[in-house]
Antibody, heavy 120, light 108 residues
Framework: QVHLVESGGGVVQPGTSLRLSCAAAGFTFSSYGMHWVRQAPGKGLEWVATISSDGNKKYYADSVRGRFTISRDNSKNTLYLQMNSLRAEDTALYYC?????????????WGQGTLVTVSS | SYVLTQPPSVSVAPGQTARITCGANNIGSKSVHWYQQKPGQAPVVVVYDDNDRPSGIPERFSGSNSGNTATLTISRVEAGDEADYYCQVWDSTSDHPVFGGGTKLTVL
């Protein structure tokens, strides 16, 4: 059974940093692309970042490019999101989701999310 | 970037058919996926690749996709279908998923 478990969220001040983690189990993590998707309170789903199976290709939403970094450790079956220079508008529930391939382009599995609140 | 447009809300009486649209330029050339999200829960795929259903999703959920519009159809709507629904495609030029703005389905 597939499990995605996010951690690392919390309440932080604007301008600070936070690192999210997503522990994956139940599938061959190293074979698939993975994603971070966020949802601000009362709002819709917003794609944040994508990483290829080998970690060599990374893609970011314009709203986070230059501030956030997605990475993965395939030896630990873990996905990361390093968030720097946080802003109030980054406040959201952050989901880890996947897995995807060039053929399977839907996000079949989602974690329960980790809440990030940016407030002074 | 590729933009998916959904109506903010759709209302339907129990037992009737709900249709939720997802509009975009030539969306018929892409595979469209649909997610259901109930309050306090993570999204769940209800239709993928235009009209396939994951195991455990009732046959009442179906999809179609042609031209500039994809549609999620929910037949014989039940109170438990009340949720937010999101369409999603893959942006092959930028290699990432794209989501529609979401539609709140209200069962009257």
């Amino acid at each position: 059974q597939v499990h995605l478990v996010e951690s690392g969220g919390g309440v932080v001040q604007p301008g600070t940093s936070l690192r999210l983690s997503c522990a994956a189990a139940g599938f061959t993590f190293s074979s698939y692309g993975m994603h971070w998707v966020r949802q601000a309170p009362g709002k819709g789903l917003e794609w944040v970042a994508t990483i290829s199976s080998d970690g060599n290709k990374k893609y970011y939403a314009d709203s986070v490019r230059g501030r956030f970094t997605i990475s993965r450790d395939n030896s630990k079956n873990t996905l990361y999101l390093q968030m720097n220079s946080l802003r109030a508008e980054d406040t959201a529930l952050y989901y880890c989701a996947g897995p995807t391939t060039v053929i399977t382009t839907y996000l079949k599995y989602w974690g329960q999310g980790t809440l990030v609140t940016v407030s002074s | 970037s590729y933009v998916l447009t959904q109506p903010p809300s759709v209302s339907v009486a129990p037992g009737q058919t709900a249709r939720i649209t997802c509009g975009a330029n030539n969306i018929g050339s892409k595979s469209v996926h649909w997610y259901q999200q109930k309050p306090g829960q993570a999204p769940v795929v209800v239709v993928y690749d235009d009209n396939d259903r994951p195991s455990g999703i009732p046959e009442r959920f179906s999809g179609s996709n042609s031209g500039n519009t994809a549609t999620l159809t929910i037949s014989r709507v039940e109170a438990g279908d009340e949720a937010d629904y999101y369409c999603q495609v893959w942006d092959s030029t930028s290699d990432h998923p794209v989501f529609g703005g979401g539609t709140k389905l209200t069962v009257l």
